[in-house]
């Protein structure tokens, strides 16, 4: 059963319950039935919004043209969310979406979804987990401009994720890719040879996080894997003629 599904029928439930109060007049308890009824319809309707913000998303992402437009509807989506729900996972998930998108304070976006998970009444693991998503968005829209920053915050996010999970897999990636970012900018020899280890070993982590399952991220992974070991040897032999 879906997590619709689930409200749907905690739903059916309670307006059953409402309806056999209010036919023996006990109003009281009907009114309790009715309004754990409106929570749930009101569920729906995030589980719905959440649903279209990120479809609007993704489909502006690989949308150049209509990308403004998604992005908009997707935004006005994320915030209606933030306006009705008070389920922190769900809360989250709009926050990060709103990450992801222009015109966005992204620091203070993450920093107020970490505070509500720090405060919020979930287990440590599961904070730990949330906050490393968010985190992992940041460290995607940091990147742009500053790929050392972004990597600090990938590798700082790794630190309280689960491990052997395809967030785990992601953040090693990501961090990688700022590693490669920083040796093409490097001139010196020494230093590109140090940013490319550092980004094969991300790689290989990140190989070991991602499950079995993720075959799509570990066989890129495996060809990037082979791609810097190739770099690397070309800049091993740079660095041998440099010192004849």
Same mark, same amino acid.
């Given at each position: ?5 689930? /409200?749907?029928?905690?739903?059916k ?11 023996s007049?006990?109003?009281d ?18 589980i719905a ?17 209509i ?7 997707? %935004? !006005?989506?994320?915030? &209606? /969310?933030?306006?009705? @729900? ?8 709009? /926050? ?10 992204? %620091?203070i976006?993450c920093n107020?979804?970490? !505070? *509500?998970?720090?405060?919020? @009444?979930?287990?440590?693991q &599961? ?17 742009? @401009?500053?790929?050392? *920053? ?14 052997s ?33 550092y980004?094969?070993?991300?790689l ?6 991602y ?7 570990? @066989?890129?992974? *495996? ?6 070991? !190739?770099?690397? !040897? ?10 004849k």
């Amino acid at each position: 059963m879906t997590e619709t599904e689930e /409200i749907i029928e905690e739903y059916k439930k309670a307006m059953e319950e409402a309806e056999k109060y209010y036919q023996s007049e006990d109003f009281d308890n009907s009114i309790v039935k009715a309004s754990e009824a409106i929570a749930t319809i009101r569920e729906c309707e995030v589980i719905a919004l959440r649903k279209r913000a990120w479809s609007n998303k993704h489909k502006g992402h690989k949308n150049p043209e209509i990308r403004e437009e998604c992005y908009r509807k997707a %935004k !006005n989506d994320a915030y &209606e /969310i933030l306006e009705i @729900s008070k389920d922190v996972k769900t809360r989250n998930s709009a /926050i990060k979406l709103l990450m992801l998108l222009p015109d966005e304070n992204i %620091k203070i976006l993450c920093n107020a979804g970490i !505070n *509500e998970v720090e405060n919020s @009444s979930l287990s440590g693991q &599961e904070k730990g987990d949330l906050k490393a998503e968010l985190k992992n968005s940041l460290g995607l829209e940091v990147k742009k @401009s500053d790929p050392e *920053e972004a990597m600090r915050v990938f590798n700082d996010a790794y630190e309280s994720v689960t491990k052997s999970t395809t967030l785990a897999g992601h953040l090693k990636h990501n961090a990688c890719t700022c590693y490669l970012e920083m040796a093409n900018a490097e001139n010196n020899n020494l230093d590109k040879w140090s940013y490319l280890t550092y980004a094969l070993d991300n790689l290989q982590k990140a190989l070991k996080e991602y499950p079995a399952s993720q075959t799509l991220h570990r @066989s890129a992974v *495996e060809r990037k894997i082979k791609d810097t070991e !190739n770099k690397i !040897n070309e800049v091993n032999q740079r660095i041998e003629e440099e010192n004849k």
